[in-house]
C-alpha cells in the first residue's frame, strides 16, 4: 500500500499541530503505524490522499450512521449555506431540531443545543450540581464523557491508550469532586451512592459503554442505577454521545425503558457537523440560563448549517424500518465474526448491541474496565494493520466500538469477514 502523501502531510502535520492530530487517538500510536491522511468518502467507503480505498468501521467514531456524503444531507447543509452559516441569533431550524430530538427521546423535556459531546456532559453536570446544591460527580471507570476537567479520571480509551492516568493540567482541587467506580458493580454502586448522598450531585454513566470498547451493562445494573438515584435524589445523567439515535431513535433510555434525568447527545446529532445537546426534565431544565441562574452560552451554538444536517440526519432515521434493517445487517455480521472466532483457537470475545461491537483479544468475558484491559493489545495492533492493508479501516485502538451504517452492504461486510478470518489464521500460526 502506497502512503508516501500521508506520511509527507503527517511530517508537515507534526510541525505545526501537537503530535500532527486534532484528537489523540487518530496518531494511531496504539495499533503501531502512522496515520492516514482521508481526502473524500462516500457511503461505506473512504479515501485517502494516496487513493487508498477502505470500508469505513470508524464512521467518524460514530456520526455516520448513514454513511458518509449522504444525499439529504450533503444537500441539506448546501441550501441552508447560501443563506448564512451562523447569526448568534435564534432561528427556525434549532426550533424544529428540538421538537424532533424531545419527540424522539423518551426523557427529554426540554433540550439545550451546543457544539460538542464534551460541552454537553459539562454543562450537564454544572447544571445537576447547580440544581442540587451538591458537588460531587460519580462516573465509572473506562466511561468516556469528553475531555473536560471534571471527566479526566479513568477516562477511556483515548486516556487508557496512552496511558495517561488522568492528565496534568487538571487540578486535583477539581477531581477531588469526582468519584470514579468500577462499571456494572452492583454492590460498589449501592455503597458509594448511600454512604456519600448527601454530597452526590449527579451519577453520569454511558448506559452502553463504549469507550473501553462495547460493553454492554447488566439491565439490573442500570435498574438499580435509576432507583437508587431516585430515592437519594441524586440526578442521574446518560451520557447517550455514541448510544443515542444509534441503539434507536430514542437511544439506549427507549432500548432499555430506563428514563434518566438528564441526557448528553453529539455524534448523530449533527449529522457529521459539530452539534452536542443536553436535555432532560423541565424542572431541571429550568434552571439554565436565561430563564434560571446555571450560565451556559455558545456563539455558535444551533447554527443554522449544524441544525440543518441534524434535521435531515433525523429525518432518514425516523423513516420506518431504518432500526430494523441496521439491527438485522449487525447480527448476520456479528454472527460471521462469532464463527471465525469460534473456529479459531485465538482467544477473542465480541461484545455487541445493535450496530455497536468490539471483538477484544482476551480470554474472560468483557463486564467491565478491568476485564477490557486484560485484552491482548499488541495483537490488536497487528491485526488492524493487516486489516488496514487488505482495504478495511477500524478504529486504531482495541478499546474503541465498531460501527456499521445503513451504507455498510453484503460486499463490504464479506470483505470484511475474509479478511478477518483470514487474520485470525496468521494469529492462530504465530
Ligand atoms: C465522543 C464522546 C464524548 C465527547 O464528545 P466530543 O464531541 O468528542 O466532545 C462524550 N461522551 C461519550 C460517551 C462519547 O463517546
Redesign the pocket.
Known amino acids: 500500500m502506497k502512503t508516501d502523501l500521508s506520511a509527507a502531510l503527517f511530517a508537515q502535520a507534526k510541525a505545526v499541530i501537537p503530535g500532527g492530530v486534532d484528537s489523540p487517538v487518530r496518531a494511531c500510536k496504539a495499533v503501531g503505524c502512522d496515520p492516514l491522511f482521508l481526502k473524500k468518502a462516500k457511503g461505506a467507503v473512504v479515501v485517502d490522499v494516496d487513493g487508498n480505498e477502505f470500508v469505513d468501521f470508524v464512521c467518524s467514531?460514530?456520526p455516520m450512521i448513514l454513511g458518509h456524503a449522504h444525499p439529504a444531507v450533503v444537500e441539506a447543509i448546501r441550501e441552508t449555506a447560501l443563506d448564512g452559516t451562523s447569526f448568534g441569533a435564534p432561528t427556525p431550524l434549532e426550533v424544529e431540531l428540538a421538537r424532533l430530538v424531545c419527540d424522539s427521546v423518551p426523557s427529554l423535556e426540554k433540550v439545550r443545543f451546543v457544539n460538542?459531546?464534551?460541552?454537553a456532559?459539562m454543562s450537564a453536570i454544572r447544571l445537576a450540581r447547580g440544581y442540587t446544591g451538591r458537588n460531587v460527580v460519580v462516573k465509572f471507570d473506562g466511561c468516556?464523557?469528553?475531555?473536560a476537567d471534571s471527566f479526566l479520571v479513568k477516562a477511556g480509551s483515548g486516556v487508557i491508550t496512552l496511558g495517561i492516568p488522568g492528565s496534568p493540567g487538571v487540578p486535583e482541587d477539581i477531581v477531588k469532586n469526582t468519584l470514579s467506580i468500577p462499571y456494572n458493580d452492583e454492590e460498589v454502586l449501592e455503597t458509594t451512592l448511600r454512604d456519600e448522598a448527601l454530597d452526590i450531585a449527579c451519577v453520569i454513566v454511558?448506559p452502553v459503554a463504549?469507550?473501553m470498547g462495547v460493553i454492554v451493562p447488566e439491565l439490573s445494573f442500570l435498574r438499580k442505577l435509576r432507583d437508587l438515584t431516585r430515592e437519594l435524589s441524586i440526578v442521574l445523567i446518560f451520557?447517550e454521545?455514541?448510544t443515542g439515535f444509534r441503539l434507536a431513535l430514542g437511544g439506549a433510555q427507549e432500548r432499555f425503558g430506563i428514563l434518566p434525568d438528564l441526557t448528553?447527545l453529539?455524534?448523530i446529532i449533527g449529522g457529521g457537523l459539530p452539534v452536542?445537546a443536553y436535555g432532560g426534565k423541565k424542572e431541571i431544565m429550568d434552571m439554565v440560563a436565561p430563564d434560571g441562574p446555571v450560565y451556559q452560552a455558545g456563539t455558535l451554538s444551533g447554527n443554522p448549517l449544524a441544525m440543518a444536517a441534524g434535521l435531515a440526519m433525523l429525518n432518514e432515521l425516523r423513516k420506518p424500518g431504518f432500526y430494523e434493517a441496521l439491527e438485522e445487517k449487525s447480527r448476520w455480521f456479528a454472527a460471521g465474526l462469532e464463527q471465525i472466532a469460534g473456529n479459531s483457537s485465538v482467544p477473542a470475545v465480541l461484545n455487541r448491541i445493535g450496530s455497536l461491537m468490539t471483538c477484544f483479544f482476551t480470554e474472560a468475558p468483557v463486564t467491565d474496565y478491568r476485564s477490557a484491559m486484560l485484552a491482548d493489545t499488541d495483537r490488536y495492533g497487528r491485526h488492524y494493520r493487516r486489516m488496514l492493508a487488505g482495504g478495511i479501516y477500524l478504529a486504531p485502538s482495541q478499546f474503541e466500538a465498531a460501527f456499521i451504517s445503513a451504507a455498510h452492504d453484503r460486499s463490504h461486510l464479506e470483505k470484511a469477514l475474509d479478511l478477518t478470518e483470514s487474520s485470525f489464521k496468521k494469529m492462530a500460526k504465530s
Open positions: 467514531w460514530g460538542s459531546g464534551t460541552e456532559t468516556y464523557h469528553g475531555h454511558e463504549g469507550n451520557d454521545v455514541i448528553c453529539g455524534k452536542g
